[in-house]
């Protein structure tokens, strides 16, 4: 083929590649070599689909197990796309409105998925079969998903993610160092009788608390909501947002997780094994936890009843 045959929008983009390969000290015909070598693409190797299929174990013989393990899978994937936006904001160097609520919208719609499609534990196993494979797993348990900590300490100041009854004692001199041994989550993991660490909380602490510790100072001016304080404060569109988005964490989620709570493991309050030890009855519903990422975008009279439609809504819907 002579050099008139090539077409020109070849040529073109061949005289591309010379640059760019030319720029980093590269020989553009070493790589064109292995362009004509490689093998094609195909969708299994690019998603790596068979090692994929293979993360599967059961710890028993138990068929339910098996979607037990692939749901948890599934929302830690989900929580790493929500990581992977909350970074293309927070790390942003020219953030505008309109980039700030595109990448809230994809974050709130992985949320809405996960809720929606919660039945999946709720209903979809068989009870018996719950409460036998679920104390082979012993002493793990959801409340240690360290990605899902991630995004509240990103989502917010710090402050925000204390116990309650601690908020009144944080001013300006308390470190994260210091409410971080308040944070909210510890009450989940706590012996009813002695108020003790469970084992899984000792476990969860061992592995991520310097990483949370780490990741609340480098968001202390870059998490959401010192974003919208500092760049958008009058902006509705975000406000709207970051309101779904504080909906759909401290309620829609964790209502989701309570429901499905009571259906497979309501037994006396002392009675709490097949959790892990985790103390649900208090940590989960948001009448007690009372997280509110964003306080100044809810009336007093929103976060008084804090969760509480929610709770109608779902009662209204099985009359």
């Given at each position: 083929m002579q050099t008139e045959d090539i077409p020109p929008h070849i040529l073109a983009q061949?005289?591309?590649?010379?640059?760019?390969?030319?720029?980093?000290?590269?020989?553009?015909?070493?790589?064109?070599d292995g362009l004509l070598y490689a093998n094609y693409l195909t969708y299994w190797d690019y998603v790596h689909l068979d090692t994929l299929l293979s993360l599967q174990t059961p710890k028993t013989d138990f068929p339910d197990e098996q979607i037990f393990i692939m749901y948890h899978q599934i929302t830690e994937l989900y929580f790493k796309l929500i990581l992977h936006e909350i970074k293309q904001i927070t790390q942003h160097e020219f953030l505008t409105a309109d980039f700030f609520v595109a990448r809230l919208q994809r974050i709130n719609r992985y949320f809405a998925y996960l809720v929606n499609t919660f039945e999946i534990m709720g209903d979809g196993m068989e009870k018996e079969q719950f409460l036998k494979f679920r104390m082979a797993l012993l002493p793990a348990s959801g409340f240690q998903s360290g990605q899902f900590r991630m995004i509240e300490i990103?989502?917010?100041?710090?402050?925000?993610?204390?116990?309650?009854?601690?908020?009144?004692?944080?001013?300006?001199?308390?470190t994260v160092e210091e409410m971080y041994e308040h944070i909210y989550w510890r009450l989940g993991a706590t012996e009813l009788a002695t108020g003790k660490k469970t084992l899984t909380l000792k476990k969860f602490e061992e592995k991520y608390?310097?990483?949370?510790?780490?990741?609340?100072?480098?968001?202390?001016?870059?998490?959401?909501?010192?974003?919208?304080?500092?760049?958008?404060?009058?902006?509705?569109?975000?406000?709207?947002?970051?309101?779904?988005?504080?909906?759909?964490?401290n309620i829609d989620w964790k209502l989701a997780h309570f429901g499905?709570?009571?259906?497979?493991?309501?037994?006396?309050?002392?009675?709490?094994?097949?959790?892990?030890?985790?103390?649900?009855?208090?940590?989960?519903?948001?009448?007690?936890?009372?997280?509110?990422?964003?306080?100044?975008?809810?009336?007093?009279?929103?976060?008084?009843?804090?969760?509480?439609?929610?709770?109608?809504?779902?009662?209204?819907?099985?009359?």
């Open positions: 061949v005289e591309k590649l010379e640059h760019k390969f030319e720029a980093m000290g590269q020989d553009l015909s070493s790589y064109l990103c989502a917010t100041d710090f402050k925000y993610l204390v116990d309650k009854d601690f908020y009144r004692q944080i001013d300006t001199h308390t608390s310097e990483i949370f510790i780490r990741l609340a100072h480098t968001h202390t001016e870059s998490n959401f909501f010192r974003l919208f304080k500092r760049k958008f404060p009058d902006s509705e569109t975000v406000k709207i947002e970051l309101r779904k988005f504080d909906a759909l964490l499905s709570a009571v259906r497979y493991l309501h037994k006396e309050p002392a009675d709490i094994e097949a959790t892990g030890g985790t103390n649900w009855q208090k940590y989960l519903p948001p009448r007690f936890q009372k997280m509110i990422f964003y306080p100044e975008l809810w009336s007093a009279e929103e976060i008084e009843d804090w969760g509480k439609s929610w709770v109608v809504e779902k009662l209204g819907r099985k009359k």
